[in-house]
């Protein structure tokens, strides 16, 4: 039986106030709910200039902190990135590798992001793999194997072992921060066809176990239909997890 879990990504948002008050709220509204904090692991992933402020307002409780995105090299000259091994140390848990954002805006590669999906689980992250078609694609037909592509490239040369800390996220380009969700049946063809792929590249007991979450305008209001999908284990939020209203709804929804 696989955990729902739901993450939190703030993007390029919040201010070390506001980190420190979002991340107090989350704890305080599990707090006030045990029976959600024990059915759904949930985590926050702030800019990286909060991760300190927002691990210490996290401090001794469930909520796991994570990092946007990190270089593939421990140490080193390469001024303005951050390393696998300093966010580890910092207090994450996880990372999100090849969101979308990144690999459109920024041109990340499956090369790239698969260099760093080795190295963060090298240091003991836990890798949150996002993978997801464009308008085009999707437009073309070509969904599937844009997933295929994108799953194979990222998990390139992992070992069953080194899985078994990956967590992937359905996000559909065409669905992020534009407030037209994938429907409950588009989110359950990918993800169950995510599923199968993991299945044929590291075996049934691997892809059973995999945690597949939906991000993609994810609210209060669609998280109902879509967390109760069976191969959708979870959600990655982005502009409502700006929100610890929102966020903490979203949670309930997971919890049921
Ligand atoms: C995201 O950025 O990962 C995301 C899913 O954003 P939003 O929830 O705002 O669509």
Redesign the pocket.
């Known amino acids: 039986m696989r955990k729902k879990f739901v993450a939190g990504?703030w993007?390029m948002n919040t201010d070390a106030a506001r980190a420190r008050e979002l991340a107090g709220q989350v704890v305080a509204g599990l707090a006030a709910q045990p029976a959600w904090a024990a059915k759904v692991q949930v985590a926050v992933c702030p800019p990286f200039p909060y991760l300190a402020t927002v691990a210490e307002a996290l401090k001794g409780s469930s909520v796991g902190l994570g990092a946007q995105n990190c270089h593939h090299e421990a140490a080193g000259a390469f001024t303005g990135e951050v390393s696998p091994v300093m966010a580890k140390d910092v207090g994450c848990h996880y990372v999100?590798l090849g969101?979308?954002?990144r690999r459109h805006k920024m041109g990340e590669t499956d090369a790239q992001i698969n260099q760093k999906a080795k190295a963060a689980l090298q240091h003991g992250l836990t890798v949150i793999l996002?993978v997801g078609e464009t308008l085009a694609e999707r437009q073309e037909q070509r969904t599937l194997k844009v997933l295929e592509e994108q799953f194979h490239g990222g998990c390139l040369g992992l070992g069953k072992d080194q899985m078994a800390k990956v967590v992937l996220?359905y996000?559909p380009v065409w669905?992020?921060?534009?407030g037209h969700n994938a429907t409950p049946e588009q989110a359950q063809e990918a993800h169950a066809f995510l599923r199968s792929r993991a299945a044929a590249e590291f075996g049934p007991e691997v892809a059973s176990r995999l945690q597949i979450l939906y991000?993609?305008?994810?609210?209060p209001d669609n998280a109902p239909q879509l967390l109760a999908q069976p191969d959708v284990d979870g959600g990655?939020?982005?502009?409502?997890?700006l929100d610890a209203g929102k966020f903490l709804k979203i949670i309930e929804a997971g919890a049921r």
């Open positions: 990504n993007k999100i969101h979308s954002e996002c996220a996000e669905a992020i921060g534009t991000g993609g305008s994810l609210v990655l939020i982005g502009g409502a997890s």
